[in-house]
Every structure is written in C-alpha cells, then in structure tokens.
C-alpha cells in the first residue's frame, strides 16, 4: 500500500545533541509537511516544501532545519534540542484532488529529550 | 487570522449511540474541511475530506457536514463502538493551493464504552 513512512517511531536524544528524523513517501506527492506536536495540543507546521521549494514558517525556531534530497524523502534536524522540543513530530504529504489539497500523514516519531 | 474550535475536549459514550462532533472556524473562506482520527501516540488518519462546495461527505458509518456561513462542521459517528475511541481533530486549509497551511482545532478525545 503507498504510504507516508516514518522513522524511527521513537527517539530518545540528550539536551543539545542533534537528532535527524526521517519521513519517506510512497504516493509519488510533491508536498511534503513537517508538523510537531505537543501533547494535547494541535499540530502546528514547522516548515513544508512544494518540490523542491522550501517554506519554511516563520516562527518555526531556527534550531529546526530540513532536507529534501528528492521526492520520496524529507529529513527534519534539531541541531540543539532543547527540552521544550520534546513532541510527537507528524510528517504529511499532499496533492491535488478534487478536493483541493488533502493530506495524508505518517505514524509520527515521537521525540524525547532527556 | 483562523482560529478553529472543537468543544467539548472530551466525550464519554456508551456504545451504540449516535453521536455528533463539532467543529466551528472563525473564517468561512475555507477552500474545503478536514477531518482526521488520532489514536494515542499515533499519527492522524484522514477520515473524511469535505469541499466548500459540498454539504455532506458519507465513509462507513461516517458522516461530515459543513455548512461554511455559519463556520460550523459535524462529523456523525453512527452506532458507535469501542474501536472508535480516539481523538478526532478538523482542520482547515488557509488557501486552496499547496501552499496551504493547515489549521487544526485541537481535537475532541472521544470514548465509547462497553
């Protein structure tokens, strides 16, 4: 079944060591979302690509970077993880349907900072 | 500036009721409405995608109405059982294009009972 991927499901990292979570897609999309995710809160869009255009939010903290080597792939990195980046990290995909841009999500990776 | 709200943040039911979950935004120029299912430390699965043109969308036992001048969307859970426990969110997109980014309400956590 085509599908958004992410791994690893979990991450545990220490105060200011980097971590990279990745997501892959098998739908052939040409968006790609990064959402994080706090407990009982909305998700809320860190940064996004459109092909290989990168937006990036604008108060997404600068500790937050991303890679999209190609289609299929999106990397997220926290150079310095803080303990308030502790979160569930949701990656989405989308396209044009008839109903404009439905987006489809992954399992998530929960990151834990220690 | 959109702001979408789903009250109440939680809901106990017995199993086999109908019920009805809410969704209001402030903005009614909403390109279409989403609805996705979270399950605890699991990633969002889209249920039903509702276009602004529409006033209904059926899946299953599902059902999704949106009536955008009154900014309100409900999503009809019939004949509820235990496996439908989870939290619900709505989100809107700011925009039809994919550049879209997504609003979410911050989800009813709902509960079916044996």
């Known amino acids: 079944d085509a599908m958004v991927i992410q791994n690893p499901r979990y991450q545990v990292t220490q105060f200011g060591k980097p971590v990279t979570l990745s997501c892959s897609q098998t739908l052939n999309h040409n968006v790609m979302y990064w959402y994080q995710q706090k407990s009982s809160q909305a998700p809320k869009l860190l940064f996004h690509y459109y092909d290989k255009d990168f937006n990036n939010e604008a108060d997404t903290p600068d500790n937050f970077q991303s890679r999209r080597p190609n289609t299929s792939f999106c990397f997220l990195d926290i150079r310095s993880p803080g303990l308030g980046d502790a979160a569930m990290y949701l990656c989405?995909?989308?396209?044009?349907?008839?109903?404009?841009?439905?987006?489809?999500f992954g399992p998530g990776t929960r990151l834990t900072v220690t | 500036k959109q702001e979408v709200t789903q009250i109440p943040a939680a809901l106990s039911v017995p199993e086999g009721e109908n019920l009805v979950l809410n969704c209001s935004f402030t903005d009614s120029a909403i390109y279409n409405l989403q609805w996705f299912r979270q399950d605890p430390g699991k990633g969002l699965t889209s249920l039903l995608l509702i276009q602004s043109s529409q006033r209904e969308q059926t899946s299953g036992r599902l059902n999704a109405s949106l009536d955008k001048s009154s900014g309100r969307s409900t999503l009809y859970i019939a004949a509820s059982q235990p496996g439908d426990s989870a939290t619900y969110l709505c989100?809107?997109?700011?925009?039809?294009?994919?550049?879209?980014?997504?609003?979410f309400g911050k989800g009813i956590t709902l509960s079916v009972r044996p």
């Open positions: 989405a995909t989308s396209r044009e349907g008839s109903g404009g841009y439905e987006q489809y």
């Open positions: 989100a809107v997109p700011l925009g039809g294009g994919a550049n879209s980014k997504l609003t």
